[in-house]
């Protein structure tokens, strides 16, 4: 019998996921740091995806900066973590400043249930 995809991850995960979009509702990112993620221990993994023109900058912390964070290039650059490969890392809470006023972004994340 075929399974679905949702069986699929908790076969493969050990646990029910969720996906969901901007938890925090932090779509627009302006030139101050800005929370987009909150600390969440059930978070295996989350992607930011730049969708304006400009560079975003994106941290743990809230001193996030163009020297003082990971660059997350404009028009569709992303950023993904993941358990298996960064530890911690997705659970932490995170924070973006970008190089341009009102600088859209979109955040997806994957948490257990």
Do not use: C, H, K
Not at 35 to 54: D, E, H, K, M, Y
Request: aromatic fraction near 10%; proline fraction near 4%.
């Amino acid at each position: 019998m075929p399974l679905t995809v949702q069986e699929l991850l908790e076969n493969y995960y050990g646990t029910n996921l969720y996906g969901s979009r901007d938890p925090l509702d932090a779509t627009s990112i302006g030139t101050t740091a800005t929370q987009i993620l909150r600390q969440n221990p059930n978070r295996f993994a989350f992607t930011v995806i730049n969708l304006s023109g400009n560079t975003v900058y994106i941290n743990t912390t809230s001193t996030v900066s163009s020297t003082n964070g990971i660059r997350v290039s404009g028009s569709g650059g992303s950023a993904f973590f993941e358990w298996r490969l960064d530890g911690e890392l997705p659970s932490r809470e995170w924070y973006a400043v970008a190089s341009g006023a009102s600088s859209d972004i979109w955040v997806l994340t994957l948490v257990s249930i």
